[in-house]
Antibody, heavy 121, light 110 residues
């Protein structure tokens, strides 16, 4: 069965960086992409960007451009999301989600369990 | 402020039918398809409806979606207590080359 398992919770100081991992299993990793979505406490979902696991192409939400980098390691079927220059308003649960490149109509069909990132001095 | 507009809350009694709306611009919903996600308390979102009105395997047929022009709707019939959750609409935005979400609707089963 398809599973996305994310790394554990992180506590970071303002200005630091965080790297969250998302290990995929149960499907051919390079046939799908991974998108990252975050949710601040008590708030809605915010799309952060996507990566095509087949060719490494990426696209990031404009507000995060320059601070976020998404990568994949196809040898371990793992996706990574690194966010730099952390601020208090980056405190959120970060989710990875599977999507079909060229098939946005299918949405995010599988999600990771979420990783809480807390930014606090 | 979200790109897609949803009512912040909705409610119904067990057995009732409720609908949740999602509206956007012609460049968002109007030229794309809409997906719906259900987020139970303390859990990750789950895909409920894709491509406006398609249910993934395992989603009960009590859940249905529709789209007309720049608006979409999620309908839940035969409301059950376990349907109490947050519901989000989302659509692909060609100009962003990415997705936009609605602000979410908290459904309460009275």
């Amino acid at each position: 069965q398809v599973q996305l398992v994310q790394s554990g919770a992180e506590v970071k100081k303002p200005g630091a960086s965080v790297k969250v991992s998302c290990k995929a299993s149960g499907y051919t990793f390079t046939s799908y992409g991974i998108s990252w979505v975050r949710q601040a406490p008590g708030q809605g979902l915010e799309w952060m960007g996507w990566i095509n696991s087949y060719n490494g192409n990426t696209n990031y939400a404009q507000k995060l451009q320059g601070r976020v980098t998404m990568t994949t390691d196809t040898s371990t079927s793992t996706a990574y999301m690194e966010l730099r220059s952390l601020r208090s308003d980056d405190t959120a649960v970060y989710y990875c989600a599977r999507w079909t490149p060229g098939g946005y109509i299918y949405g995010f069909d599988y999600w990771g369990q979420g990783t809480l990132v807390t930014v606090s001095s | 402020q979200s790109v897609l507009t949803q009512p912040p809350s909705a409610s119904g009694t067990p057995g009732q039918r409720v609908t949740i709306s999602c509206s956007g611009s012609s460049s968002k919903i109007g030229s794309s398809t809409v997906n719906w996600y259900q987020q139970l308390p303390g859990t990750a979102p789950k895909l409920l409806i894709y491509s406006n009105n398609q249910r993934p395997s395992g989603v009960p047929d009590r859940f249905s979606g529709s789209k007309s022009g720049t608006s979409a709707s999620l309908a839940i019939s035969g409301l059950q207590s376990e349907d109490e959750a947050d519901y989000y609409c989302a659509a692909w935005d060609d100009s962003l080359n990415g997705w936009v979400f609605g602000g979410g609707t908290k459904l309460t089963v009275l």
